[in-house]
């Protein structure tokens, strides 16, 4: 009753965002088509790179946060995008307006009982980083210990709740269309509704970091900063603040090194751990030149359940190794729906086909699009709905492959993921999860 409640509260805000959608589209489309009049050729005029590129920013930023995301996606793919544009969509990474100073006296005092001044001796106004959901702050402990502070904005669960709710209509209505009927466009669109929302709670954020701290440790080169728990709450996040990894990525003495560093880290998170990090852009990666990466920001993160693991394990292994008839009988053995008259034997040799492109492909030519949309183009051919499960994972691994192509193209993804993939078939032993009150303090 509360529930239904509450989505009736929520209709006129949906509806405003919907007309402010509607709005954004009609002006994005007005000022393209102004550029474009000016200097027709695209691929030769910057200027219209550059255009295109703060259109989408400008649309995404107005839209809010569930936008944003799609954006920070888009602004790790060079491979899909000219260097202008991209230069302009790395703003949403963390160059958005930071929460306000009344914003976070408020969310300190509604959560800790005190104002910044009880809990910091220094607390710089000038943001570190700003994203979708909040804003990053450096701040000085009373005990002299220098510390991130991760604010939520104001009012954000209410724009976000109907951000989703506009993108699950959608996603609703477009499984009716031709294209799109049998692929799992529901399923998918809740599974990322549901992470999106879980941003919104920092509490399971500071879970995850723990989590991840932990099981990061095993890999040489990744350091996740400790948590502060006196001050993490539902909206505020504070951490350790590492002074020294603040290279950027592309100013790295061994960016390939570094990027080998993250991709291993990944495929632990997958294949190891079963907790993943799917918000791997620059923004939530810091550096040092002479090797070492930071990974920050776990509040975009996916679980996956030890079968889940163990089927993506496999699907992965036999991908790399060119075995396309296996790969084949995993997308059966995992999908929601195989129609009764289907032709396998046409079926497996179309997926052995994609797998045969695909094997052995550095990363400068090998898309990890490319090959996933190849494999639901043959799913959607054959009527057969596939999993979902895996849809984080993938995620994950085209936010580093757009890092990748701009720095060490030469990256062998396959080959680097096979001691993880090994380790998956090894069923963990189950342990309570550990408590936000529990966890060590820094």
């Known amino acids: 009753m509360h529930q239904s409640i509450r989505r009736l509260k929520s209709v006129p805000t949906v509806l405003c965002r919907a007309g402010a959608l509607s709005r954004e589209l009609l002006l994005a489309t007005i000022r393209l088509a102004a550029a474009l009049k000016l200097r027709p050729s695209f691929r030769s ?41 991209i230069a302009e969509l790395v703003r949403l990474q963390d160059r958005l307006p930071p929460v306000r100073r009344g914003e976070i006296n408020a969310a300190f005092q509604a959560d800790f009982g005190m104002s910044l001044a009880q809990a910091f001796c220094e607390f710089d106004e000038q943001a570190v980083a700003t994203g979708s959901i909040a804003s990053v702050y450096r701040a000085r402990m009373l005990d002299g210990k220098r510390v991130a502070v991760k604010i939520k904005r104001t009012g954000i669960d209410a724009i976000v709740s109907a951000d989703l709710t506009l993108m699950r209509l959608g996603a609703h209505l477009l499984s009716f269309t031709p294209p799109f009927r049998s692929f799992p466009l529901k399923r998918a669109a809740a599974e990322i509704s549901e992470s999106i929302e879980r941003q919104l709670d920092f509490s399971l954020e500071a879970n995850s970091s723990c989590r991840l701290r932990e099981a990061l440790s095993w890999e040489d080169g990744i350091v996740v900063p400790r948590l502060v728990d006196k001050l993490c709450s539902r909206s505020v996040i504070t951490m350790e603040m590492l002074e020294e990894f603040n290279c950027p990525f592309t100013s790295c003495r061994s960016p390939d090194r570094n990027l080998r560093t993250v991709l291993r880290a990944l495929y632990r998170m997958i294949f190891v751990v079963g907790l993943i990090h799917c918000d791997l852009h620059p923004g939530n990666l810091r550096f040092v030149k002479n090797g070492g990466v930071a990974i920050v920001d776990f509040g975009f993160t996916s679980t996956l359940e030890y079968e889940q693991r163990l089927k993506f394990a496999e699907f992965f292994y036999s991908m790399a190794n060119g075995d396309g008839q296996r790969c084949a009988e995993i997308t ?17 040799a179309q997926v052995v086909a994609l797998v045969a492109r695909a094997k052995g492909v550095s990363t400068g030519r090998f898309n990890v699009a490319a090959f996933v949309a190849g494999l ?14 895996f849809l984080m994972p993938i995620i994950s691994l085209l936010m580093i492959e757009g890092l990748a192509k701009r720095v060490a193209a030469d990256i062998d993804f396959q080959n680097e993921a096979q001691p993880y993939i090994f380790r998956a078939s090894i069923r963990p032993v189950s342990q309570p999860q550990r408590s936000l009150a529990i966890r060590e303090s820094a």
């Open 45 to 85: 005029g910057t200027d219209i790179q550059t255009s295109l590129g703060k259109t989408i920013v400008r649309f995404c930023e107005r839209l809010g946060p569930a936008y944003i995301k799609v954006g920070q996606i888009l602004s790790t793919r060079q491979d899909l995008f000219p260097s202008k544009v």
């Open 332 to 348: 059966i053995q995992t999908a929601i729906r195989v129609p009764l008259d289907l032709n396998y034997q046409l079926f497996e």
């Open 376 to 389: 639901f183009e043959i799913q959607r051919r054959f009527r057969i709905v596939g999993t979902t499960s």
